[in-house]
């Protein structure tokens, strides 16, 4: 069986083809990194396919790690698998990132895997000599950890030589494996789980940690740049990381190679942060998609997004525009209201929610005379 395994929850991006009937991996490649992993993670797929010898066709299964780690990493990582999964029919396997992290360590003793989760907390998970799971994702203080293993346990992860100095033990011993998950390590967990259905992420605490206060309330130095078809994997994992359904890169690609079909995206510095889509014909226009992510809402992003698209639209020769948004949605009418527009007109039972069905209300905003 020949599996693409995927990781981008961490402070590292790694990706890597495996074949279960070889001992080595077919390639690899690992990137320690904070950020960026939505731009490192396309390029990485592709080298490690072309140095594979594979094509794409011939991958079996997918294999991603599904987290806990960061909100915006766990979300690219799962967008893409889920979207490569969709477009070739194959399995996508989830692997939880503490096991993930396990796979590195090859003695045979029970094991901690303890990652820094900030705010003097930390990712938790216990493993026997056979690494059977005993305890754990958890979240948990990080001084408390450490004391409730047994004794000749090794400790691997980010937090682990904080965490074995802390607790004051001669019978606990640090790991000298990479303490962040390794594509081409976890692979192999995936050929022994049942496919199912597509993996979620796996947070152990809420993805909206950081006060917002912490956050400044505008962008100063906000960049607005078109995305094209090439951009497809990376709209695709904000889409994801945004919105509860996912649309898939290759729907994006599908879409922007439609004629009237433009989205551009928002950078601050290298972080892009939100994006916009809208579809042209005739004299007449509509916002598809808008979003920005969870972590950088209410920044302005949004309108800065709508203003530059606007005017795009304008020097086109767009004189309406047109967007849906749920009755439900009172801060997006806010948003919309505040960039001129008005309702013209509302759609019954447009959106099906798990309980019902919603209203949809139609605005519209002149662009020119």
């Not at 294999?63 to 477009?87: D, E, K, M, N, S």
């Not at 795009?312 to 001129?340: C, T």
Request: glycine fraction near 8%.
């Amino acid at each position: 069986m020949k599996i693409l395994s995927l990781d981008t929850t961490m402070a590292a991006c790694s990706a890597a083809i495996i074949d279960t009937q070889e001992p080595l991996p077919l390639a690899d490649a690992l990137k320690e990194m904070e950020r960026g992993h939505a731009e490192a993670l396309p390029p990485m797929v592709a080298e490690v396919m072309r140095q594979s010898g594979l094509a794409i066709s011939e991958i079996d299964r997918i294999a991603v790690t599904t987290g806990p780690g960061t909100f915006t990493g766990v979300r690219i990582g799962l967008a893409w698998a889920r979207g490569l999964g969709l477009a070739r029919s194959i399995p996508v396997i989830g692997i939880d990132s503490l096991s993930a992290i396990a796979a590195n360590e090859t003695a045979q003793s029970p094991l901690l895997v303890i990652s820094d989760a900030r705010n003097d907390e930390v990712y938790a998970a216990l493993f026997d000599a056979d690494r059977k799971l005993i305890m754990g994702p958890r979240v948990a203080a990080a001084a408390e950890v450490a004391d409730q293993v047994p004794g000749k346990t090794i400790v691997l992860g980010t937090a682990a030589r904080s965490a074995v100095a802390a607790s004051g033990r001669s019978d606990i011993a640090l790991s000298r494996a990479f303490p962040l998950p390794a594509a081409s390590q976890f692979a192999r967990l995936a050929d022994g789980i049942a496919a199912g259905p597509m993996p979620v992420p796996l947070y152990l605490r809420s993805p909206d940690a950081k006060p917002r206060a912490a956050l400044p309330q505008k962008i100063i130095t906000l960049r607005i740049e078109p995305a094209g078809p090439t951009a497809a994997e990376l709209l695709s994992a904000l889409h994801s990381e945004i919105f509860d359904d996912c649309w898939t890169a290759k729907a994006f690609a599908e879409m922007l190679v439609t004629p009237g079909t433009e989205a551009a995206v928002a950078h601050d510095g290298g972080d892009p942060l939100g994006f916009i889509v809208t579809r042209r014909v005739l004299d007449e226009a509509e916002i598809i998609a808008i979003g920005a992510r969870p972590a950088a809402q209410r920044r302005g992003i949004a309108r800065q997004l709508i203003g530059r698209q606007m005017a795009v639209l304008a020097a086109q020769g767009v004189r309406h525009l047109f967007l849906e948004v749920a009755a439900s949605n009172l801060p997006a009418q806010a948003l919309y209201a505040g960039s001129g527009f008005a309702e013209a007109g509302r759609r019954k039972d447009y959106y099906k929610r798990h309980d019902g069905f919603e209203d949809a209300i139609v605005l519209r905003r002149e662009l020119r005379p």
